[in-house]
């Protein structure tokens, strides 16, 4: 699996930790090459 901090710029990494820490994510498929993947979240986190 690569490291995905490198796939994102810093913005929007962050913003998927806080996603996650505030138990945001309502479902995530990782892909079966572990490479892709997709995501569902309930709310946001502003501007």
Do not use: C
Request: avoid cysteine; glycine fraction near 8%; charged fraction near 20%.
């Amino acid at each position: 699996m690569a490291n995905w901090r490198t796939l994102f710029p810093e913005r929007i990494f962050t913003r998927g930790e806080i996603y996650y820490d505030n138990l945001m994510i309502k479902s995530f498929d990782l892909a079966q090459d572990s490479e892709h993947f997709a995501a569902t979240i309930q709310g946001g986190v502003g501007q």
